[in-house]
Structure formats: structure tokens, C-alpha cells
């Protein structure tokens, strides 16, 4: 078992468990309910964490998180010519895919 994420933010860590349980990658999350201890434990180690069961999945759990488009970064639709915010992976206005980003 390994950790592949944490983050204060609970929606995030449980948007990126469903990027892991949709790649068939068995994840499960840790210190969900912590927060409360914050104050008499440091406030990072109370931050929920997101753990994959197999060291095997490691490296495709890591790709998987690092390629999920982050909001903020708006792109254009190669097809339709339509703007679509970040955390989209398909056009709005026609279905297309995303493009790949460049690295």
C-alpha cells in the first residue's frame, strides 16, 4: 500500500478516488474524519489521504492524478472552435475530447 495524494480539500481527494476507482485502481482513503483533531495534531496530518492497495498501480495511480486537468486552464475545442473551462474533459457544445496537453 501506498499514499498517492492528500489534500485539506475533501472534494478533491474524493474526485481523485473516482479518477482511481474509474481506472479500476483499488484505492481507499485515510483520516477522513481527523479534521477535529486539528489543533492538538498538526494540521497536515489530519488531511485526508488517498492510498492505492497494490504497489503494482503506483506509477498509473501518479499519472492519473498528475494528467487530471486542473480548473482555471480553459481550452479550446479543435472541432466546434468553443471554450471550455479546466475541469472539462469534453467540449460543451459537442461532445469532442479534449485535446492532449503538452507537458
Not at 25 to 49: M, R
Amino acid at each position: 500500500m501506498k499514499m498517492v495524494f492528500t489534500s485539506q480539500d475533501s472534494l478533491l481527494i474524493n474526485h481523485m478516488k473516482n479518477l482511481l476507482d474509474n481506472d479500476r485502481i483499488a484505492c481507499f482513503l485515510k483520516n477522513q474524519f481527523l479534521t477535529s483533531g486539528a489543533g492538538e495534531i498538526p494540521p497536515v496530518e489530519v488531511w485526508p489521504e488517498l492510498w492505492i492497495e497494490e504497489d503494482a498501480d503506483y506509477d498509473a495511480a501518479v499519472k492519473t492524478i498528475a494528467t487530471t486537468p486542473k480548473a482555471g486552464s480553459s481550452w479550446r475545442c479543435l472541432q466546434c472552435g468553443e471554450w471550455s473551462e479546466g475541469q472539462f474533459s469534453q467540449c460543451w457544445n459537442c461532445s469532442t475530447d479534449r485535446p492532449e496537453q503538452k507537458e
